[in-house]
């Protein structure tokens, strides 16, 4: 384990004085009584600091955060409470819905149907789903009154795992085609089938492989191909292909009975601030499937340990502990921005970062808003769930919390970014 020095620890905090040095300090320690026992509680101190600060009675309910350097867990911190009432101490074993976080998972499904010659990156869409052959786009006009066109290049596989398709997925510029795709209620499919044939419906936004554009459409399409590629439903593939060679015991799209007094309570802000329990299926009812399709783009519950043997798998080069899911130049190639290999190049999402086959990719670290190295990859998820990988610097960032914004009320500031922040200040390069 590489050591945690006590100068860096120091300077993270020791710039409001040698008052607010241990004013911070004594606040982390306070913390880490709801934590695990810390192994060197200088080292810990600043990121400690952040998730203590980040978890008051005006903060985030809770949130659990794992750390490795080159395999090794070097940093476990639970802060908070798994109550409303705050009652009960969070537990590092809590279970989170990970929303988004889940197209990395998909992601990976992709690929190693890929490896295996079942799937081609470049491949028309329609060669899975016949759906989606002679696809249109909107060409102008009104809801009520609207031209289409033929699109001029075929939706590939690889289009969906960049986020490049062309689906009408909000926004001002595209008001019109968002509402024919919103007509067509894909959201409302009891499966993935259902939901492919109505998004195929409708008409693209914009021509493929010409714009970003973030949205879960992209993935549940993909989550409907793998299925056909490999010819198993889609959770059975993942639990079979990628949860159970992990082990990840806990991860899935319900929880069962047993286990769901682990699930931390999902919560939002009313108008005045305060916490409260957000209005969703799965936060009045804990480990019930958060769509009735199992969806590749934000269905799935997972733990803090669980998520990091899957993100310290693709870390190491797509093994872990002699369990290979994937060869590593798949793996170096889902880790390079891909929007650059467009015909023309795709614009950035972010200065300083591109889109790999299912998350960010940092191009340019000085002018990237997130702290790390050249080729860093990560993706988040809508109720406060993150993690990075640095392969450079051998670091594995997780960080687990379950909160949803709300226009009712100002967003809490995220944690994320000042959390790395802490991790790159404390952790040796």
Known sequence: MPALPHAASTRAVASPGRRGFWMVLMLSLAACATATPPSSAPARAPMDAVLAQATGETGYLGAVALVADHGTVVYRGTFGHADLQGRQRLREDAIFRIYSMTKPVTSVAALMLVEEGRLQLDAPVATYLPAFAGLRRLDGGSVEAHVLVPVQRPLTVRHLLTHTAGFATGGDDIRVATALLQAQAPEDAPDLAGYADRVARAPLATEPGTRFRYDGVNTEILARVIEVASGQPFDAFLRTRILLPLRMDDTGFDVPAAQRGRIMPLTTRDAQGRRKLADTPSAREPGVRLRAYTSGAGGLYSTAADYLRFARMLAEGGVLDGVRLLR?????????????RFDPPVPAPEPGEGFGLGGYVVTDPAT?????????????????????????????????????????????????????????????P
Do not use: C, N
């Open 328 to 340: 590593e130049d798949t793996v170096a190639m889902m880790m390079s921005d891909q929007l650059g």
């Open 368 to 428: 990237s808003a997130r702290p790390g190295s050249r080729g860093q990859f990560g993706w988040s998820g809508a109720a406060s769930t993150y993690f990075t990988i640095d392969r450079e610097r051998g670091l594995v960032i997780l960080l687990m919390s379950q909160h949803l914004p709300s226009g009712d009320a100002p967003a809490l500031p995220k944690i994320a970014t000042p959390f790395y922040r802490a991790v790159y200040e404390a952790v040796t």
